[in-house]
């Protein structure tokens, strides 16, 4: 007998229950009278997680999935336009590296431009930095910002950009929208899990003696995996031996102009600050690892590195990186933070919630007890979260800093094969193994490993096979073309303001 899921029920309302709630309204309610049903359970007593500011390009395919305005959505989170992050004393203190959005100049001659840069300086040869080849990078460096353009004759067609906003106003905006179209909300606590005989989950208890009945559960409860891990016992894998930092300290500041377009990263002893202007605040944060830093410290060093005035108390967070074995256990997915975490060091927390909701829509189970689905659903989402892992582990690893405890155990600490592979391909060869189905492209790998002031033994074969003059010629027109229409481009604020229709 096939178990169909008629009735979902979400646990949580953080950033992850109400993004869940939302595209499951669009999906599961297109035509009146659906057979469907989802309800949301939260507790007015835990605070969702709150942090979260910014995100990535792929944070678009929400909002055109969701037919949400753009104008109304930056308007109602205090958001402002992100074309990447800006690396402060990562490779050495004072070096300092962008990752722009989007591409590293065109494919020439089945090469991306980059490889033929790569190829020109291990010759020997003068190039620009490599973040002139980068028309995301040039926007936001000159504090500028234009939209990508679908026309493959401009140099915005090789842009890319996404937000950085109020997480909470944003979960406010999602429950809105979700609601309008008939989520219904519980507030309640859950204070137990209650599981049918074959071990699935038939309900959820609230303290006030309340039974939330459904076929299909969503796990959104936050780090603690209420139902993944307290009641279906799918254990976490902890990855805190490449990812060390375990702790973070946030404390918002005052806005002070200009709106800069991009994230700023910067190393720290034990870890990184982050800085992020929304339209009405910055946020601050430094995340940092607790087995070479104190609470304390951490608090001095990011009170420090602020450049305005606080704004609140600063709130010390704790976690542990690493991701769920299983996130898809019988008739329950876990999402967001129940699901697994990685620091935000390159923002991918609030994609990979959107990238599994998806992920689980194309394996919409006509029986909920498909084992084949779910197997498929849980070893491609490892995939993508491995992958991430390890490129955030490049940039501690990939670091020449050596100055305190914590850079000399990132820096000569094992890494995973599957990175090793990565790196030797590129260091022997020039090769960037990217799949098609990763997060993280070749330009994104080739800005780290070159902020990080790795160049390979020889390019890429394929660039051998180019005459230099011509990649010379490509390569200086393109990087004039992207300066020209960085330059041409109005600044950040005015764009916003355009958006926004202010004066
Ligand atoms: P939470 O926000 O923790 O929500 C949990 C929900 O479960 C709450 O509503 C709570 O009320 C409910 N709940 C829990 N227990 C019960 C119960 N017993 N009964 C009823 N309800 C219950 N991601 C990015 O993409 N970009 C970033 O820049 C970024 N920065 C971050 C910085 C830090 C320091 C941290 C820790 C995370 C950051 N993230 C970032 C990750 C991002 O914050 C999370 O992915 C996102 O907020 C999702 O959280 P969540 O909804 O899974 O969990």
Redesign the pocket.
């Known amino acids: 007998m096939t178990r169909s899921a008629d009735h979902f029920v979400i646990?949580?309302?953080?950033?992850?229950?109400?993004?869940a709630a939302a595209c499951l309204s669009r999906l599961l309610f297109r035509v009146p009278g659906s057979p469907k049903r989802v309800t949301l359970?939260?507790?007015?007593?835990?605070?969702?997680?709150?942090?979260?500011?910014?995100?990535?390009p792929s944070i678009q395919d929400m909002l055109r999935y969701l037919n949400i305005d753009e104008a109304d959505f930056v308007s109602a989170t205090d958001a402002t336009y992100k074309l990447g992050i800006r690396f402060r004393d990562w490779r050495v203190a004072g070096s300092d590296f962008f990752h722009g959005f989007g591409e590293l100049g065109p494919t020439i001659e089945n090469l991306p431009l980059f490889q033929h840069w790569l190829s020109e300086k291990i010759a020997g040869r003068p190039v620009p930095p490599l973040e002139a080849l980068s028309m995301s990078a040039q926007l936001a460096l000159n504090n500028r910002f234009a939209k990508p353009k679908q026309d493959g004759n401009s140099p915005l067609f090789m842009a890319g950009y996404a937000y950085?906003f109020d997480?909470a106003k944003v979960?406010t905006y999602l429950r809105d929208y979700a609601e309008a179209k008939g989520v219904k909300r519980i507030e309640?606590?859950?204070?137990e899990v209650a599981l049918a005989v074959d071990g699935s989950v038939n309900s959820?208890r609230?303290t006030d003696g309340r039974d939330i009945t459904g076929d299909f559960f969503i796990d959104?409860?936050?780090?603690?995996g209420?139902i993944i891990e307290k009641a279906l016992g799918s254990p976490f894998e902890d990855w805190s031996h490449w990812l060390p930092c375990d702790r973070?300290v946030?404390l918002p500041s005052q806005s002070i102009a200009p709106l800069q377009p991009y994230?700023q990263v910067t190393a720290r002893d034990a870890g990184w600050t982050?800085r992020?202007p929304l339209q009405s605040r910055i946020?601050n944060?430094y995340?940092y690892a607790s087995r070479f830093c104190d609470a304390a410290q951490a608090e001095q060093t990011l009170r420090g590195a602020l450049e305005s005035q606080p704004l609140a108390e600063p709130r010390q967070?704790h976690?542990t990186p690493g991701r769920r074995r299983e996130a898809w256990v019988k008739n329950c997915l876990s999402?967001?933070?129940?699901?697994g975490?990685l620091?935000?060091l390159e923002?991918?927390?609030?994609?990979?919630?959107f990238a599994n909701l998806f992920r689980f829509f194309d394996h919409f189970p006509r029986d909920i007890d498909s084992a084949v689905l779910r197997q498929t659903y849980n070893d491609r989402s490892v995939r993508e979260i491995e992958e991430i892992r390890d490129f955030l582990i490049l940039h501690y690893w990939a670091s020449a800093r050596r100055d305190t405890p914590f850079w000399r155990y990132v820096t000569a600490m094992d890494i995973p094969d599957s990175l090793g592979a990565k790196l030797e391909a590129f260091r022997t060869q020039g090769k960037i193994l990217a799949d098609y189905y990763d997060l993280f492209k070749p330009a994104s790998w080739m800005a780290i490993y070159d902020g990080m002031g790795f160049t390979p033994k020889a390019p890429d074969p394929l660039a051998d096979l180019v005459p230099g003059d011509f990649s010379r010629r490509v390569l200086q027109n393109v990087t004039q073309g992207i300066r020209q229409a960085a330059l041409a481009a109005p600044p950040h604020e005015a764009s916003l303001a355009a958006l926004l229709r202010r004066p």
Not at 11 to 19: D, R, V
Not at 188 to 191: D, R, S
Request: with cysteine.
């Open positions: 646990l949580g309302g953080g950033t992850a229950g109400w993004m359970v939260e507790s007015a007593e835990i605070a969702p997680i709150g942090v979260g500011e910014a995100t990535i950085h997480a979960a309640g606590h859950v204070a959820l609230l959104c409860s936050g780090f603690k209420l973070a946030a994230t982050w992020i946020g944060g995340v967070i976690f999402l967001g933070l129940a699901s975490f620091e935000p923002s991918t927390s609030i994609h990979l919630i």
